[in-house]
């Protein structure tokens, strides 16, 4: 697989409304779509997805701009790719910067499947053609519109409520869906809120039957993790800690968690996420996908990845509509009785609409042959 052409649309998308965690408030995301053209003409499609801040992990999208123009691109270029696996490889001279690398990596996996003509889900083990999808909601401190939004997801038919707390925003939200909707599938996402000193407030969440906790402390207490895990009974989730299998296998080892949001991006591609799959599945802890709030594009290689049946618990994927008044897709991708239908064309199965990007977005080519 020679490459001859890169080319990129950095886009803006406003969201329908603010959506608020303890990292602060988004009204719109920013992300790059990456076109990656082989000696055929074949194009395989990535997403960049950080967000604009260093507050979720280190990378921003400005700085993973130029780790992808400056670094990554000339290492592909002058690669004789034979098969989409060889990508991370050949990018391991490049430290950290995993969310950079995946854009390409997971444009290369497509381009992999197209020159092929099959879906990129062929490429998983045990797949499915519907997954049932969750949805996130961000800090509400009007409670009754807090459970008005859910009500509302419920009858979607959205499968799990995964709701956003930080100090002083937990218990009462949490109570007041569980007064209404005792029996729904609930769990927290803390984004790393909470210190070890909270270990007796944190305890206090175990009275309302939720799923899990996830990444109540910072990005690199495995330890402090460990000791939540010891003296609570729901489940931890890590979110920002697992940026590699490494990562994990230090996770399992340690007792930090029982369950891991896998994210593509955030793990460098889709190489490594697979791994990580094969491992949670060997020591049985709960994987299940998470999202970047990415557009159609990320969102439907999200779709490809959890079509494998080891992800039994509804992830953050949801519908185009749930955060966006216009996708960058011909079709958006639409949400069924709580079900989303795996897109089944090659690759990742969608096609870009031109003037969604155009209208959207900046064109501009990175390398050329």
């Not at 400056?70 to 270029?77: A, E, M, N, T, V």
């Not at 791994?275 to 709960?286: G, P, R, S, V, Y």
């Not at 795996?342 to 969608?350: A, E, L």
Request: proline letters at 4%.
């Amino acid at each position: 697989m020679e490459i001859h052409r890169i080319d990129r649309y950095r886009v803006r998308l406003p969201l329908k409304s603010p959506f608020e965690t303890s990292y602060g408030r988004l009204t719109e995301k920013a992300f790059d779509i990456l076109l990656v053209t082989d000696e055929l003409g074949n194009q395989g499609i990535g997403e960049l997805v950080p967000f604009e801040q260093p507050d979720y992990i280190e990378e921003t999208i400005d700085t993973a701009r130029i780790i992808i123009e400056k670094h990554l691109i000339p290492l592909l270029i002058n690669a004789d790719i034979q098969h989409p696996k060889e990508v991370s490889v050949l990018f391991e001279e490049v430290k950290g910067n995993q969310m950079a690398k995946s854009s390409l990596e997971t444009a290369i996996w497509d381009l992999y499947a197209k020159r092929s003509n099959k879906s990129l889900k062929t490429y998983f083990n045990d797949t499915r053609t519907q997954i049932p999808v969750g949805v996130s909601i961000g800090i509400q401190t009007d409670l009754t519109k807090l459970t008005d939004q859910i009500t509302k997801y419920i009858d979607l038919g959205y499968k799990r409520i995964k709701l956003k707390i930080r100090p002083g925003y937990d218990l009462k939200p949490i109570e007041a869906i569980r007064q209404k909707f005792p029996d729904i599938l609930l769990m927290v996402d803390a984004n790393s809120a909470y210190t070890i000193k909270d270990i007796p407030h944190l305890k206090q969440l175990d009275t309302y039957n939720l799923a899990m906790i996830e990444q109540p402390f910072a990005a690199n207490d495995f330890l402090d993790h460990a000791q939540l895990q010891k003296e609570i009974k729901t489940d931890i989730c890590l979110d920002e800690n697992i940026r590699s299998l490494k990562d994990c296998e230090l996770a399992y080892s340690l007792g930090s968690c029982r369950s891991i949001n896998l994210k593509i991006p955030r793990v460098g591609g889709i190489t490594e996420a697979m791994k990580i799959a094969d491992f949670c599945k060997e020591k049985e802890l709960l994987v299940w996908l998470g999202g970047m709030f990415e557009s159609g594009i990320g969102r439907a290689l999200n779709l490809q990845f959890a079509s494998q049946k080891i992800f039994t618990f509804p992830g953050d994927i949801s519908a185009s509509e749930r955060y966006y008044y216009e996708d960058i897709l011909t079709e958006p991708i639409e949400m069924k009785q709580g079900e989303i239908r795996v897109p089944d064309g090659v690759g990742i199965g969608v096609c870009l609409s031109r003037d969604s990007l155009l209208k959207h977005g900046v064109y501009d080519t990175l390398f050329t042959n």
